[in-house]
């Protein structure tokens, strides 16, 4: 009898020390609003890699974002040197690029979900410069592909494939560079569907 007294004794004052110091961890916690609490397994995210602008010791310069090596430039990037972003450049392009892709429903496929994912929120699903940021008033003034729209008069209707490519990749006025989103081949697939957008009516 005495035995099992002191057990059950013992069982209460566990239970109860649990209880206060769980009401410790708790109320401290609350005091402090920029807590987050335990942590568990913190190095399974915290990053091993250096960020950009951190200092670097594995580089005689300290930096951790280092410039490509000289006289080297991406892999599909010849452009750059034979039409730069230039306005000679732009009208360059538009007189000697050719799409070097067959026109195939394959390629007119992946053209039209490129569009679609990249293009459409401003130049609208039929290119008729009626994109979603356009309704939402984000943008203004996005020219249309087609003479069909009312959009600006469909003043793109005539651009060469050239053109066109050369703008995906610099951007032109508020339309921002596409080089880093949309490599070479599938932009000359996004120029290609353009070009249909183009015939319609």
């Known amino acids: 009898m005495k035995g099992s007294t002191l057990a059950m004794n013992k069982n209460k004052f566990v239970y109860r020390s649990f209880l206060a110091i769980a009401f410790a961890v708790t109320f401290s916690a609350c005091r402090d609003k920029r807590s987050t609490g335990l ?18 010791k594995n580089f ?25 972003n230039t306005k000679e450049g732009y009208e360059a392009a538009g007189v000697s690029m050719v799409n070097p892709l067959p026109v195939d429903t394959i390629n007119l496929a992946q053209g039209q979900h490129l569009f679609k994912v990249f293009c459409s929120p401003c130049h609208g699903e039929k290119g008729d410069g009626q994109g979603h940021l356009v309704k939402i008033e984000k943008f203004s003034g996005v020219p249309s592909y087609f003479s069909g729209s009312s959009s600006r008069g469909g003043e793109m209707k005539a651009l060469t494939a050239g053109k066109i490519y050369h703008t995906i990749t610099y951007g032109v006025n508020n339309m921002g560079s596409h080089a880093s989103q949309i490599s070479p081949i599938d932009r000359w697939k996004v120029v290609m569907y353009v070009q249909e957008l183009q015939k319609q009516q």
């Open 60 to 84: 005689k310069d300290g930096k951790t974002a280092q410039l490509p090596p000289a006289h080297t430039k991406p892999v599909g990037f010849t452009e750059y040197d034979e039409y730069p």
């Open 39 to 56: 942590e568990y397994a913190r190095n399974m995210y915290d990053p091993i890699a250096y960020n950009p602008d951190q200092p670097n």
